[in-house]
């Protein structure tokens, strides 16, 4: 696709994946042309997981329109019980009626697809043909008016930015990298591998086993070992199984059925719940998959007219499921800067030094929330998992203080919480506050 002289700035979003997704749902509104480029040969694929939705993710998608069809397929959280690896009780209760208290929204738990398809199927007809899939980005070339993506089938697509959604493994940073290198060989640039993982988790769908109830979190926490089960709305429950890894490793790793096999073999008298083992449950696996949990947040987060956001930018562990949530702050971040500038200026599009510009405020912005973000992650991981050095007597001791009454909720209500309080929403959408909690948001009021 070849555009004419811009009248407005032209995205090219590279991957169709969540973040994707939500970003052409904002840049329509932004009046920000865009292209949506997907690889895979659908931006609806059923990968078996889960998605918890917190109420700053909700607020934005109100505001997008989107916020009663999210909630119709979705299932608040109301529930926990924490058990050890024989299934006794140690902990009961859930940080849900804690959220829902603070914020005035429970924690939503959805299945994946589910999220995908409520952002897929309410975007506008227009806006749903600027989404192109089979459309593996291969290259990326920028000059100083825009910025040329070529995919692998030979089509190209032109624009003013790249925005690089392509998740933890995406090739948005390479291109970045190695344009920055070849301009000045100086250049500070990312690492070539910037994440590493130290546990890796298993995870898939199952039907709700019986005798439990629809929006219950059951956890097991223990040495280098823990699970999750969520149950959901329509009849579903999700497992994961996290493993802290022998080594931590850079190296992307493809887990296959015989290896899910053998980790459900050696891990099948472990408890899911009170009354139920691994073994009771990984029979009745509807879909699953397994992958290492790289941790980790570039350093530099755009060069160029290129810049990244999401799981590409930063990648997290999924115990308190904020990875979505940080990727759209990322693209809410990004677009009030964009919008901001195209109010203020005539020409309509974006020099090379506004988006510089723009990209360096936006890194500002999101860098220290994202740094709170990966340590409350990592922290959750190791304190359901605890780790086999030293560290882990730490995290043992925290799971232990998370008992003391009057301590439960320390973490969400001194940490989580204000991550929650200070999201950020659209700056030019209406956001008629569909939450009311005891603690008040920040954005809009304090800049509007
Ligand atoms: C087991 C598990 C459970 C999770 N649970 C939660 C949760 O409860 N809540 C939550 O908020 N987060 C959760 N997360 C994290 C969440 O899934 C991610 O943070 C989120 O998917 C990131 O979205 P993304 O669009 O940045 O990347 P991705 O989801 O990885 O999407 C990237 C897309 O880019 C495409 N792509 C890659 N390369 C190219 C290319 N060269 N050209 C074109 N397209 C390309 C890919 O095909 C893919 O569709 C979980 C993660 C895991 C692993």
Same mark, same amino acid.
């Given at each position: 696709?070849?555009?004419?002289?811009?009248?407005?700035? +032209?995205?090219v979003?590279?991957? #169709?994946?969540?973040?994707?997704?939500?970003?052409?749902?904002?840049?329509?509104?932004?009046?920000?042309?865009?292209?949506?480029?997907?690889?895979?040969?659908?931006?609806?694929?059923?990968?078996?997981?889960?998605?918890?939705?917190?109420?700053?993710?909700?607020?934005?998608?109100?505001?997008?329109?989107?916020?009663?069809?999210?909630?119709?397929?979705? =299932?608040?959280?109301?529930?926990?019980?924490?058990?050890?690896?024989?299934?006794?009780l140690?902990?009961?209760?859930?940080?849900?009626?804690?959220?829902?208290?603070?914020?005035?929204c429970?924690?939503?738990?959805?299945?994946?697809?589910?999220v995908?398809?409520?952002?897929y199927n309410?975007?506008?007809?227009?806006?749903?043909?600027?989404?192109?899939?089979?459309?593996?980005?291969?290259?990326?070339?920028?000059?100083?008016?825009?910025?040329?993506?070529? +995919?692998?089938?030979?089509?190209?697509?032109?624009? @003013?930015?790249?925005?690089?959604?392509?998740?933890?493994?995406?090739?948005?940073?390479?291109?970045?990298?190695?344009?920055?290198?070849?301009q000045?060989?100086?250049?500070?640039?990312?690492?070539?591998?910037?994440?590493?993982?130290?546990?890796?988790?298993?995870?898939?769908?199952?039907?709700?086993?019986?005798?439990?109830?629809v929006?219950e979190?059951?956890?097991?926490?223990? =040495?280098?070992?823990? @699970?999750?089960?969520? @149950?959901?709305?329509? #009849?579903?429950?999700?497992?994961?199984?996290?493993?802290?890894?022998?080594?931590?490793?850079? /190296?992307?790793?493809?887990?296959?059925?015989?290896?899910?096999?053998?980790?459900?073999?050696? +891990?099948?008298?472990?408890h899911v719940?009170? /009354?139920?083992?691994?073994?009771?449950?990984?029979?009745?696996?509807?879909? =699953?998959?397994?992958?290492?949990?790289?941790?980790?947040?570039?350093?530099?987060?755009?060069?160029?007219?290129?810049?990244?956001?999401?799981?590409?930018?930063?990648?997290?562990?999924?115990?308190?499921?904020?990875?979505?949530?940080?990727?759209?702050?990322?693209?809410?971040?990004?677009?009030?800067?964009?919008?901001?500038?195209?109010?203020?200026?005539?020409?309509?599009?974006?020099?090379?030094?506004?988006?510089?510009?723009?990209?360096?405020?936006?890194?500002?912005t999101?860098k220290?929330?994202?740094?709170?973000?990966?340590?409350?992650?990592?922290?959750?991981?190791?304190?359901?998992?605890w780790?086999?050095?030293?560290?882990?007597?730490?995290?043992?001791?925290?799971?232990?203080?998370?008992?003391?009454?009057?301590?439960?909720?320390? @973490?969400?209500?001194?940490?989580?919480?204000?991550?929650?309080?200070?999201?950020?929403?659209?700056?030019?959408?209406? +956001?008629e /506050?569909?939450?009311?909690?005891?603690?008040?948001?920040?954005?809009?009021?304090?800049?509007?």
């Amino acid at each position: 696709m070849t555009m004419g002289a811009p009248t407005r700035p +032209c995205a090219v979003v590279v991957g #169709g994946g969540p973040i994707g997704l939500t970003a052409a749902h904002i840049f329509s509104q932004a009046g920000i042309d865009f292209v949506v480029l997907e690889a895979r040969d659908t931006v609806l694929p059923e990968v078996g997981a889960s998605m918890n939705l917190y109420p700053g993710t909700m607020r934005v998608l109100h505001q997008l329109g989107l916020g009663e069809a999210a909630e119709a397929v979705s =299932a608040k959280i109301v529930r926990a019980f924490f058990v050890d690896w024989d299934g006794q009780l140690y902990k009961k209760g859930h940080p849900g009626p804690v959220f829902d208290e603070i914020h005035g929204c429970h924690p939503l738990a959805f299945h994946r697809l589910d999220v995908l398809r409520v952002l897929y199927n309410n975007l506008e007809p227009g806006d749903q043909k600027r989404v192109l899939t089979n459309k593996q980005v291969v290259d990326i070339q920028t000059t100083p008016e825009g910025v040329t993506a070529l +995919c692998a089938d030979g089509s190209k697509y032109e624009g @003013t930015f790249v925005l690089g959604v392509d998740g933890v493994n995406g090739k948005t940073r390479d291109f970045m990298r190695a344009l920055a290198l070849q301009q000045s060989p100086d250049a500070q640039v990312n690492p070539e591998k910037p994440f590493t993982a130290y546990y890796r988790v298993m995870f898939g769908t199952i039907p709700i086993p019986p005798g439990m109830g629809v929006g219950e979190n059951h956890d097991c926490h223990g =040495a280098k070992y823990s @699970t999750m089960l969520i @149950t959901g709305s329509q #009849g579903r429950a999700w497992f994961f199984l996290y493993e802290e890894l022998d080594a931590p490793t850079q /190296e992307r790793v493809r887990y296959t059925e015989k290896d899910m096999e053998e980790l459900a073999a050696r +891990c099948r008298d472990m408890h899911v719940s009170q /009354e139920l083992t691994f073994g009771d449950i990984w029979p009745t696996v509807v879909k =699953a998959g397994m992958t290492n949990l790289d941790e980790g947040m570039l350093e530099h987060w755009s060069g160029d007219r290129i810049v990244v956001a999401g799981d590409a930018a930063h990648k997290i562990t999924p115990n308190i499921g904020w990875g979505y949530f940080a990727g759209v702050q990322d693209v809410i971040a990004l677009t009030n800067l964009l919008q901001a500038s195209l109010s203020q200026g005539s020409t309509g599009t974006l020099t090379g030094e506004e988006l510089a510009k723009i990209f360096r405020q936006y890194e500002a912005t999101r860098k220290p929330e994202m740094a709170t973000v990966l340590n409350l992650s990592a922290s959750a991981t190791r304190q359901s998992a605890w780790p086999r050095t030293w560290s882990g007597l730490f995290y043992r001791f925290m799971e232990w203080v998370s008992t003391v009454p009057g301590f439960e909720y320390f @973490t969400i209500k001194y940490i989580a919480s204000p991550v929650q309080s200070n999201a950020l929403v659209l700056d030019f959408l209406s +956001c008629e /506050e569909p939450y009311h909690g005891l603690v008040p948001w920040k954005y809009p009021t304090a800049r509007a």
